[in-house]
Every structure is written in C-alpha cells, then in structure tokens.
C-alpha cells in the first residue's frame, strides 16, 4: 500500500469521460490528472513524477519510460500494447498492464459483420443503388458461405470466437497459429502458406510486433485465391497498404474490409479509399457501450491492484 498520495496520470483518451476511473481510484485519494499528449516530449512533461500511468495512444518509448520517476505500472486502454517499449518498462521494474478481454464479443462480431458484407458484397451494391443501379447481377460472382474456408491468422480469444460465430454460417475453419498445439477436432492447423493458399476468407488476429509487421504483403497476397478476401480487425501495419491497393486494383484477390488502417484516420487521398471492392470502418470493432465501461473498469483496477501491493489481473511484461 502507498503510504502518500499517489499521482495518476491519463496520457491520452478520446472517451467523452474519464469519471469511472476517477471513481474507481478515489479510494486512493490521489492527485489525478488527465492529459491529451501526442509527443514524447508531452508525456515526459506530464508523467515523469506520476506514481501510475493509464494510456491510449501516446508513445511510451525508452526514453520515456527512462524519465518516470516513481512510476510503477503502466496500463493501457486495450489489448495491444505496440505503442509501449515493454524491454524498457521490464528494464526499469514498472508493470505493464492490459485489458485484453473486454472486446472479445464486439470485435469477433465486427469481423464476422465484415466477412459476411464481402461474401454478399452488401456495400457494393448499396452504392450501386445509390447512383441508381438496381441490378444484382453488378454483384456476381457470389457464393454460398457453406463449405468455405475461413482462415484465421492467429487463434486468441478473439479468433476463437470468431470461429465459434462463422460455424453457424457453414464454414470450414482453418488456423495457423505457431503457439498453438492443440486445436478443436473440426478446426485445422495449418502452416502460413496453406492459410493463404487454401481461404476462401483470411480473418486477422495478431498482435502488431516486428514479426508480423507487413506479413501481408505481394508475395502472401500473390498466393491467395482471385475469389478470396482479407478482413483485419487487428492491426493496420500487419498488412502492407501499397501491395494491398495493388492487389485490389488488378484484381488479384477479389476485395477486403479493414476496420484499422497504417494510418488512423487515414490520409483522405489514399487510393484504398477510391476502389469499390473494399470496406471500410473507422476502427469501430472494439465499441459497444458495454465494452466502453469494461475497459475503463479494468484500466482503473489495474492502477489499483499496484498501488494495494499486488500484481494485476493482465500483466503483460511478466
């Protein structure tokens, strides 16, 4: 237990209230402050005596975390932390902490919302009838959902659920996840290059690292099917945006639907934003009312776990 009053600081946050948090933690009564930092330079400012961080999307780097002076755990809004240098947090004995379950339900549902509006090409022909065409033929071919294959990069909760969605709608589901080993009996492990080969529909699921940054890209997009498609719900940088726009235009996958991009929002003249065979969404797929007040709930209990003494519930640099 912190004897003093602890300071806690919210580096960034675009929620329209922050009063769960400040609830949750008053119990603490500390000095609470909440900053809308965009540098390094803005988070120094702010956090460098701060006792406990909550973070969005403001850069945690080395030479950040290297100026905290007291802090003892950093948690973040979410469940990727890409945005935080977690070798530099280990380095200097500060927890890192996630919520990596609050969404589970919304993003596996978004990705399904996303594969089913490709596999009935629904905002094309909303578009169509928008400049008048009423013809159902402009969405040919389509097929039906039973016996296609979904793959899954990645098998987290997420996927898992996604899994659990699209069996109701026919398909056959394979993964390829090198830290899985054992899978339901329905389900096929495969490697990379059988998921890209063999999927009538790839659905993302990985974290954001060095490793899977631009996997997808003209060689992977090459080996796909002409009638497949690629939904991400992940992370924008896992598939690189220049091969995809010129796979789309020359037609060498059938379309895509990304709810997260390289670049949030997106430069306005990027080309993907111009063909009609992608879908877009503003990064929406972890929204609902109910995952909004989960994931306020659990960044805030985070902060507390620390400051009792105790680890919490999702430390992610064990």
């Not at 993302?204 to 060095?210: A, G, M, S, W």
């Not at 002409?226 to 060498?252: D, F, Q």
């Not at 991009?261 to 997106?266: L, N, T």
Request: aromatic fraction near 6%; include cysteine.
């Amino acid at each position: 237990m912190f004897n003093k009053r602890p300071k806690i600081v919210i580096t960034d946050c675009d929620h329209s209230s922050v009063e769960i948090e400040r609830e949750i933690l008053s119990k603490f009564k500390p000095e609470f402050l909440l900053a809308q930092c965009k540098t390094e330079d803005e988070v120094i400012e702010v956090a460098k005596d701060a006792d406990g961080i909550i973070n969005q999307y403001a850069p945690i780097t080395r030479r950040v975390i290297k100026s905290l002076k007291r802090c003892k755990v950093i948690t973040r809004y979410g469940v990727g932390v890409d945005n935080i240098d977690l070798e530099a947090a280990s380095d200097h004995k500060i927890i890192v902490a996630n919520v990596p379950d609050y969404c589970v339900d919304e993003v596996s549902t978004h990705a399904m919302a996303l594969i089913l509006a490709c596999a009935r090409r629904i905002t094309l022909l909303d578009g169509k009838i928008r400049k008048k065409e009423w013809d159902f033929a402009l969405a040919k071919p389509i097929f039906r959902t039973k016996d296609k294959v979904l793959g899954l990069l990645g098998f987290g909760k997420i996927a898992r659920m996604v899994a659990q969605k699209a069996s109701g709608f026919g398909f056959k589901i394979i993964v390829c996840d090198p830290y899985v080993s054992k899978i339901d009996r329905e389900i096929k492990l495969v490697k990379f290059s059988q998921l890209l080969s063999d999927s009538d529909f790839i659905s993302i699921h990985v974290p954001l690292t060095e490793k899977t940054k631009h996997s997808i890209g003209n060689d992977e997009l090459k080996k796909m099917k002409k009638t497949a498609y690629l939904i991400n719900t992940a992370r924008g940088a896992i598939i690189n945006e220049k091969a995809l726009c010129k796979a789309l235009e020359n037609e060498i996958i059938a379309g895509a639907a990304l709810d997260v991009m390289e670049k949030e929002p997106p430069d306005w003249n990027n080309p993907l934003l111009k063909l009609e065979n992608i879908i877009i969404s503003p990064h929406i797929s972890f929204y609902s009312e109910e995952s909004y007040v989960e994931l306020k709930t659990k960044a805030a209990e985070a902060i507390c776990s620390v400051l009792r003494g105790e680890l919490p519930r999702t430390t992610v640099n064990k």
